[in-house]
């Protein structure tokens, strides 16, 4: 008897400063278990970008083509330019067992969860609104305005939480714990009954270990 062996689609959303980055940085070390998944997008690359590892990146006609063809999760135009999530991409790494980690603003995050009610879905939170923005201007790269502006949105993507099955926080110099959380989040998940429905027929054929 064996539990579930299909991955686990996990939408991960963070407010700008969380740490995100970092954290998920941990988690998809272990890339027998974890993926993150790679976003398509028409925008040229960036200096030390690299296609299939940061982005697939395609031309316009492609990706409407890939919209045509019902092979996107989600998608957006932003700034002139389209991102969004390959389904084909996806299914393949989860149907061999790999649980495929989607890094997705709350939007987003709500699409998915009407397409995909199997997903789980992670908030992740500083341990308070105050560090927060403590981390956003240690930055020094960030004008008052820009600081102003991701509070903001923070405090919205926050009203949304109640839609999120679970909260982790990234406590400083924690990433790593914060990492080990969502991975034992992931492994519960694979142990729940509504992930197992052939689990009662299976512990009744199976044999005794001495037996196999």
Do not use: W
């Not at 996107?72 to 991409?89: F, Q």
């Amino acid at each position: 008897m064996e539990f579930e062996k299909k991955g686990i689609l996990i939408v991960v959303s963070a407010p700008s400063g969380s740490g995100k980055g970092t954290v998920l940085s941990h988690l998809t070390e272990d890339r027998e278990h974890f993926a993150l998944s790679v976003s398509l997008t028409t925008r040229k690359p960036r200096t030390g970008e690299i296609d299939g590892i940061h982005y697939f990146f395609v031309s316009k006609e492609d990706f409407l083509k890939e919209i045509e063809n019902g092979n996107m999760l989600e998608y957006a135009e932003y700034c002139g330019n389209y991102y969004g999530t390959p389904k084909d991409r996806v299914d393949e790494l989860l149907s061999n067992g790999i649980n495929v980690i989607l890094e997705i603003e709350t939007v987003g995050a709500m699409k998915i969860k009407k397409l995909c009610p199997d997903a789980i879905f992670i908030m992740i939170l500083p341990p308070s609104f105050s560090a927060l923005e403590k981390r956003l201007r240690s930055r020094g790269t960030n004008s008052e305005e820009d600081i102003q502006k991701r509070l903001e949105t923070a405090v919205k993507e926050l009203s949304c939480i109640e839609m999120y099955d679970y909260v982790v926080i990234n406590r400083d110099g924690k990433s790593k714990e914060a990492a080990d959380t969502i991975t034992g989040i992931a492994m519960a998940e694979k142990c729940r009954v509504k992930r197992n429905p052939e689990l009662i027929s299976d512990f009744y054929d199976a044999k005794p270990d001495n037996e196999k």
